[in-house]
């Protein structure tokens, strides 16, 4: 469809995913005050009507946007497994539209669960690439104890204190998102391409940057405002002084989420950056109970008194089938679950995430069980809302 | 004199020294409802019109009041170079005024300095007995950031944090102040005997109690409201949950001062005590610039702005010699300013850092040097007031 103006919201949003750079806040006013199909019409067009930019950058962007092809895009991520989600989606976390005019315009997910359920709980866990082994071990212990709590684990896939994170929730049987600064089809960096497509069968990854889509520091940078927006709160583990975690910390302080830092010695560099931001208003935390103490809403610490949200019959059937496998008071593991609703160890893992968001499900440990409220309600056959 | 009433405000301070332990606050209010002298009159016959003490512990106070030889104290101190020093005295550091009637009776003192003068602009640092080597380098490094600086370093005496605290001082060329839970002319712990004796020598050794007496668990816990009074800022540098110097950072809170907590690994349990600290009002400080920053008042950025406080003329004899020995725009060692006063290096530090406080000189790196204000008033030939 080279030349044509795509024609409905969806096809018009890859469009401009494809031609315009993630963050970039002048395109995402022309977007708010005209609609994408419009702003996709006036970039096919020469982009004379769009304003706010200069000669060169219009030029830049009409030369993509000739180049885009949104139908191809869609069938590239449909052949690699990725979908498209955008505002409006009934998986778009909405918590995104707090970036205002940076909104990303979608994101591409990769793996079985359900973003918008997941972002609910979740809290970002990120750091140093060139970490210490006293950063790595803590971005692992935090990451495992937060999962173990029944929150999502989101980082940036990146080596050192992200790969950490993200490993110790996998292996805590946990729910992590790797929100990449690349096309998800894609593992970067290199070396973690097990790790990725790990989380891809485990978890989410995530980004806005289409198929094929190379990361540049730019993008590096963009990507963080995600994390941040997307998690009720940012944990750094180490970094040092103007370091790309500490961008990702401020943009959460911005979008009023929590910023937690972990301390370290005083006389390493690779905590400097973190010190210098609980110098700051971050909270120093030092485990997983702290983190969720910050973060957890008032259900956190009082879970009697919070139901679910969603009513049960408005859960899909995969999340009914998982609920209802669950046996009514004591706990069960993930492959007992698994067994019980015929599905992957993976998929269950995805579908009691996403009930622990509802307030259906509690993690204990390595088990799970139905909460107090969701047993009365399976007792007296109502719905729990 | 036993059985005798002490019949002057020293004498009596002395008696009651020895017969009220540290903190009693059912005394302070007696000593500042009915003055010193009649308190101890009371206590000699009988004690039975003192309100708010159990007859037990009545008969404990009359009994050592009984036995209290106040101008044989006095003598024994002297003996040992040890005077004392009491409220209203010249030497008297007056924010020991916060305490209320938790304030001393007056504090034993030996050593060169006046304790007045270096409390003005003294910085506590304390921790753990058995701290790590961490802690210990911490400590040391602190220190002696704060003793170039000009800064006093008060602490414990004890082993661990504060032995090191001090050490980084004395290394530095600066000035320390032990504060301690017995009597100043007694070397507590034993192991710090030398020690003990060298900030006698270079610095000050400072207490509550009368001369011989032993320290107590509670004497060990009242000291550190001592330390926190003292100074402008209480630094934790590592410190176990329930450790003894979050008692000082505590009370330094109380009494409105600036408190700090250095970071360590969060793995680390002689850290944990000061993360708490730090999840609380406590600020996060790395280094000795940050301490400074925070309990340094506007001058400590802007030292144009301040002139000495007191004029010339009332600085006593041999801190003019000091004054005079210092060049007229140059820096000059501790060691050539003693030369040119004809006295004792450890004399020349204790009147420099007295005269730091007054604002007539600074210590940059090694050397002392008038500062812009004294500088003015040198060739101007008049008081820098």
């Given amino acids: 469809m080279t030349g044509d103006v795509p024609d409905d919201d969806l096809l018009a949003r890859v469009f401009l995913a494809r031609v315009i750079e993630p963050g970039d806040e002048v395109a995402g006013r022309w977007v708010r005050e005209w609609g994408v199909c419009e702003v996709a019409r006036r970039l096919r067009s020469g982009g004379v009507t769009l304003p706010g930019v200069g000669d ?70 990120v750091g140093a690439r060139a970490c210490t082994e006293y950063g790595a071990h803590m971005a692992a212990t935090l990451a495992a104890g937060l999962a173990e709590r029944g929150w999502v684990v989101v980082s940036g896939g990146a080596y050192g204190v992200d790969g950490a994170a993200h490993r110790g929730a996998l292996g805590a049987g946990g729910a992590t998102v790797a929100v990449l600064a690349c096309g998800v089809d894609r593992a970067y960096p290199k070396g973690h391409a097990q790790l990725i497509n790990r989380i891809a069968e485990q978890g989410l990854v995530v980004g806005e940057l289409p198929p094929g889509d190379h990361p540049t520091p730019s993008r590096f940078v963009l990507r963080n405002r995600v994390i941040a927006a997307l998690t009720r709160g940012t944990v750094v583990v180490e970094a040092a002084h103007r370091s790309g ?38 909270t120093l935390v030092t485990d997983a109970a702290e983190v969720v103490e910050l973060v957890g809403d008032m259900g956190e610490l009082a879970p009697d008194r919070r139901g679910p949200v969603l009513p049960r019959d408005l859960l899909d059937a995969p999340a009914r089938r998982v609920l209802a496998a669950l046996p009514g008071t004591r706990t069960a593991t993930a492959d007992e679950v698994a067994r019980g609703a015929q599905t992957t160890e993976d998929d269950a893992i995805a579908r009691l995430y996403e009930l622990r968001s509802l307030g259906y499900v509690e993690r204990h440990g390595d088990g799970w069980k139905l909460t107090r409220q969701a047993m009365i309600s399976v007792r007296s056959g109502r719905s729990p809302c």
């Fill in 56 to 125: 060169k950058r219009r030029a830049g962007l009409v030369a993509r946007a000739g180049r885009a092809e949104p139908r191809a895009d869609l069938a590239v991520a449909r052949e690699a497994g990725v979908r498209f989600v955008s505002p409006g989606d009934g998986e778009w976390p909405g918590q995104l539209d707090d970036l205002g005019d940076a909104r990303p315009l979608g994101l591409w997910v990769r793996g079985p669960a359900s973003l918008r359920m997941w972002a609910l709980r979740s809290v970002a866990v």
């Fill in 245 to 282: 975690s500490l961008v990702t910390a401020r943009a959460a302080q911005r979008l009023g989420r929590h910023t937690m830092g972990v301390p370290g010695p005083a006389t390493s560099g690779l905590s400097a950056g973190v010190h210098e931001l609980l110098r700051g208003d971050a």
